[in-house]
């Protein structure tokens, strides 16, 4: 079983950054892909970003690209998404995820693994 914790939400102004932390209690978190996912009210849960295992790939949903930056430290057991030049539409809330497959997939369905999520809100 791996427990995610995400942090790092809160409310920011157009065109600022937030990062996001997403914590995983495992012994074996390089084992694990791990990907962000957003909701917005009324809406379906969407890809934002994932990484694989070793971290040397990424993928990002076209929405995201050149403002979002993912990665991870394998030795804290935690993944990271810096968000940059926020837009009101980034507002949702932010879920982490781990897949015990390898590459950086897009697909909710082939991750194991959700945390609770955390609010980000991006005023105009």
């Known amino acids: 079983q791996v427990q995610l914790v995400e942090s790092g939400g809160g409310l920011v102004q157009a065109g600022g950054s937030l990062r996001l932390s997403c914590a995983a209690s495992?012994?074996?978190?390089?084992?694990?892909?791990m990907g962000w996912f957003r909701q917005a009210p009324g809406k379906e849960r969407e890809f934002v970003a994932a990484?694989?295992?070793?971290?040397?790939?990424?993928n990002y949903a076209d929405s995201v690209k050149g403002r979002f930056t993912i990665s991870r430290d394998n030795t804290k057991n935690t993944v990271y998404l810096q968000m940059n030049s926020l837009k009101p539409e980034d507002t949702a809330v932010y879920y982490c995820?781990?897949?015990?497959?390898?590459?950086?997939?897009?697909?909710?369905?082939?991750?194991?693994?959700w945390g609770q999520g955390t609010q980000v809100t991006v005023s105009s």
């Open positions: 990484i694989s295992r070793s971290g040397r790939l990424t």
């Open positions: 995820a781990a897949d015990r497959g390898m590459g950086a997939t897009t697909m909710p369905e082939r991750y194991d693994y």
């Open positions: 495992v012994n074996t978190f390089s084992s694990y892909a």
